[in-house]
């Protein structure tokens, strides 16, 4: 099987592994740090009455988190960034641009963080939601109402990877004025450019790649619309769940090693997904480019996360527990590989019969893989695979 595994992070200009290396090196103008001053302060001393320095109070805007925003703009080709306490309030400060009466559409295999802000939080304020399998067109374009506002996909889905045609969502999505917001978590920049394919808004969960430690947690959210823009500016400084200082350096610095981590780890997942696919305890190995729905051309690479079903269930449960190199452990996307076991933790929360559907059931792991040595992982796998 042909993979490719390694991401160019293709674009204008630099290419984006100098670019993420470059972010915010040249922002503090007054002593030329390198690394971008933690500016902790709340609030801003005023020259004279009627005069700033442009910085006023920290839930408005602060140097440390402005130098991140800028960055990442540049890094997803986007006019504007904005950075949130974490992916969840990012989601959450997008679906604030909707009102009481609109309508959202959602990928079915979506974030279980997400599908609880919509059903158990936001629907409260009367927005309804659809969920549909994105992937297929007719599908979505039947599940359009006159009142939908929004259409919410991850491509890769999580956790069977499946992937959506992102361009094809967005031009439909435009044809009925609907916005595409793309949660590009699992791919960030370096692999996948939801705004150069058409979506309307990208956002993130920071934690995960971007981060890439497993030490923070931050949302990001992008966009190329001035309106939307607009709109985003008023709700982060007015609801207020801005990203703290301390947290914007953390992720500015994180993410300046998100190729070399990046290439690292999608080689050991590429390697790890092949090993898997010809094990005698595996059933069915879920990586991105293994499945139907593969879009060409849309991403630089398959990621670094792979699912895998097991044939015996009682099995899951004992891998799980026998690992020793990979931690057993939710979320994703840091140097430590981690596993997961989406029926009880990621995904409990999905209604059983949309599990039971998708194929999100009690023989199903999710393996985020890291940067440890290959041979080790594989090691650990397969004396966690062997049944003692
Ligand atoms: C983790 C995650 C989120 C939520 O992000 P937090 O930083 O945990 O709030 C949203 N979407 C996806 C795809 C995620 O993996």
């Known amino acids: 099987m042909e993979k490719k595994c390694f991401g160019s992070g293709a674009g204008t200009g630099q290419k984006l592994a100098t670019r993420l290396v470059q972010s915010g090196v040249r922002f503090d103008q007054a002593t030329g740090a390198v690394s971008v001053p933690i500016y902790q302060s709340a609030t801003y001393r005023h020259p004279a009455p009627g005069e700033t320095t442009g910085f006023d109070y920290t839930r408005i805007n602060n140097p440390t988190r402005e130098a991140l925003e800028e960055s990442f703009a540049a890094l997803e080709g986007a006019k504007t960034a904005f950075s949130f306490a974490s992916g969840m309030a990012a989601i959450t400060a997008v679906m604030m641009l909707l009102e009481a009466g609109d309508h959202v559409i959602l990928g079915e295999e979506i974030y279980g963080g997400t599908y609880k802000l919509m059903d158990w939080i936001l629907s409260k304020y009367n927005i309804s939601t659809s969920y549909v399998d994105v992937g297929d067109s007719a599908a979505l374009e039947a599940a359009i109402l006159p009142n939908t506002r929004a259409v919410l996909l991850e491509s890769p889905s999580n956790p069977l990877l499946r992937s959506a045609d992102i361009a094809a969502v967005a031009k439909l999505c435009k044809s009925h004025r609907v916005l595409t917001v793309v949660d590009n978590t699992l791919m960030?920049?370096?692999l996948q450019r939801p705004l150069e394919l058409g979506?309307?808004?990208?956002?993130y969960s920071a934690t995960k790649f971007l981060g890439g430690h497993n030490d923070l947690l931050a949302g990001l959210v992008a966009t190329n619309n001035q309106?939307?823009?607009g709109d985003l500016a008023v709700i982060q400084q007015g609801a207020g769940f801005v990203l703290?200082?301390?947290?914007?350096?953390?992720?500015?610095?994180?993410?300046?090693t998100l190729a070399v981590r990046m290439d690292r780890q999608q080689e050991n997942a590429c390697r790890l997904a092949e090993w898997?696919?010809?094990?005698?305890?595996?059933?069915?190995?879920?990586?991105?480019?293994?499945n139907e729905v593969e879009v060409p051309g849309q991403a630089d690479g398959p990621g670094a996360m792979i699912s895998f079903s097991l044939k015996d269930a009682a099995l899951a449960k004992e891998v799980v527990n026998r690992l020793q190199v990979i931690t057993f452990a939710e979320s994703?996307?840091?140097?430590?590989?981690l596993i997961t076991y989406p029926y009880l933790q990621t995904h409990a929360d999905m209604p059983p019969e949309t599990r039971q559907r998708l194929g999100i059931h009690e023989r199903l792991l999710r393996l985020s893989v890291g940067i440890e040595d290959i041979s080790d992982l594989q090691a650990d796998l397969e004396q966690a695979l062997t049944r003692k």
């Not at 005698?280 to 293994?290: A, K, L, M, Q, S």
């Open 244 to 256: 703290s200082p301390q947290e914007s350096w953390l992720l500015l610095r994180g993410m300046k």
């Open 276 to 290: 898997l696919n010809g094990h005698r305890e595996v059933e069915t190995v879920y990586f991105p480019g293994y």
């Open 332 to 337: 994703l996307g840091g140097v430590e590989s």
């Open 199 to 203: 979506a309307d808004l990208v956002v």
């Open 188 to 190: 960030t920049p370096y």
């Open 227 to 229: 309106r939307l823009a």
